[in-house]
């Protein structure tokens, strides 16, 4: 209790101090940068010096709020660029400052590579630059969440500073389309109606945010881990999937090299969306008389999910019940919708970002509030 009330107060700290990093004043000039873009090219404020319009959106891989915008924004620069618009967004981020437990509406983290990734995936149609390195430009241009636009007149004066809209939801409908508004008002030459707007998403995971991460490794470190037997109608029980929960379900075994060496990343799927209605099961396929010996792999691993043992020594009874398919070799996995809907089954190991993909893009789980 008092280590989780000491989380609280560090977390409060962190989330609520608008003056850490103030944001840029309105009639302010654009600072200049030097940042990689995912293309591997590096990009100034010179390397924009054509645009009429310039707006820098303050964004991220892992947000649900930063991927609920992504296609407006894409249709934002799509739209205007005709008219001398140009969009550039930087991930401010620094990928070690971002919990896995933050990390529940993503596939992807934060980090250079997997921007690259993102960019790829959702043909971003702008620059992509990442600053979660130094921060150097991030703490110049004061971000509040992602995502955060700023927009800059022909003279690289801030003339907008805010949210793109008031709804963060795709398939809601906004009322106030802010950043719009500036954008078309300025490349018009005209005064920005609302120049200065709140913005929502997900807080800025400034460097000295780390401590948070640590903090969550060390309370990893405090969860139980449990290994119960199993019989073949409670096999056939959690392959019905009666949770109303997306399942993960991996057979393993401690004699299985690739097995023990893949639990980690199984792990660290399940800390990154057990806040949703999703869950990790483990069964482990070593005899019955191996239980303590199946426990203290477990424990070494830290695996505090639902885990289970087979109670009986026939090695082709679980594999019949588990999935007649499946041939037998081991890593074997499944993922369950609930109702038993059996959506993937790998015998082998998985695809790490292939797996996220699909829980976070299950309507189970979901990338968006």
């Keep these: ?221 405090k969860e139980p881990v449990t290994l119960e037997s199993i019989d073949d109608e409670g096999i056939k029980k959690l392959l019905k999937n009666d949770s109303g929960k997306l399942r993960l379900v991996n057979v393993w075994a401690t004699w299985c090299g690739p097995c023990v060496a893949e639990i980690p990343d199984f792990l660290n799927i399940n800390r990154m969306y057990r806040h949703r209605d999703f869950e990790l099961v483990t069964i482990s396929a070593d005899k019955p008389d191996k239980k303590e010996k199946a426990l203290a792999t477990l424990k070494r691993l830290q695996a505090s999910s639902k885990n289970y043992i087979f109670n009986s020594d026939d090695a082709y009874k679980l594999i019949e019940l588990i999935d007649p398919k499946w041939q037998g070799a081991l890593p074997y996995t499944l993922l369950i919708e609930p109702n038993g809907k059996i959506i993937y089954q790998k015998q082998g190991t998985i695809n790490l970002l292939k797996m996220k993909t699909m829980i976070v893009e299950n309507p189970s789980v979901g990338r968006y509030f």
Aim: net charge positive; charged share 30%.
């Design 1 to 221: 209790m008092k280590k989780l009330f000491g989380l609280l107060i560090v977390t409060i700290l962190f989330s609520f101090r608008p003056d850490e990093h103030p944001s840029l004043e309105i009639g302010a000039s654009a600072p200049n940068f030097s940042l990689k873009g995912v293309d591997g090219k590096m990009y100034s404020l010179q390397s924009f010096a054509k645009a009429k319009v310039l707006a820098i959106v303050f964004t991220c891989n892992h947000c649900p709020t930063a991927q609920a915008y992504e296609e407006r924004i894409k249709k934002i620069a799509a739209e205007y660029k005709a008219n001398g618009l140009q969009v550039v967004a930087i991930s401010p981020n620094d990928p070690t400052s971002v919990r896995l437990d933050e990390m529940g509406y993503t596939d992807l983290g934060d980090t250079y590579e997997d921007m690259k990734i993102r960019a790829k995936n959702a043909s971003f149609n702008f620059p992509y630059l990442f600053d979660g390195d130094t921060e150097i430009t991030s703490k110049k241009y004061g971000p509040v969440a992602t995502p955060h636009i700023f927009i800059f007149d022909e003279k690289r004066i801030l003339r907008y500073s805010g949210r793109i809209d008031d709804v963060e939801k795709p398939t809601g409908k906004p009322k106030s389309l802010d950043a719009r508004n500036a954008i078309e008002a300025l490349l018009a030459g005209k005064k920005v109606p609302v120049e200065k707007t709140k913005t929502f998403g997900c807080s800025i995971k400034w460097k000295e945010k780390g401590v948070l991460t640590n903090n969550e490794k060390e309370d990893w470190a």
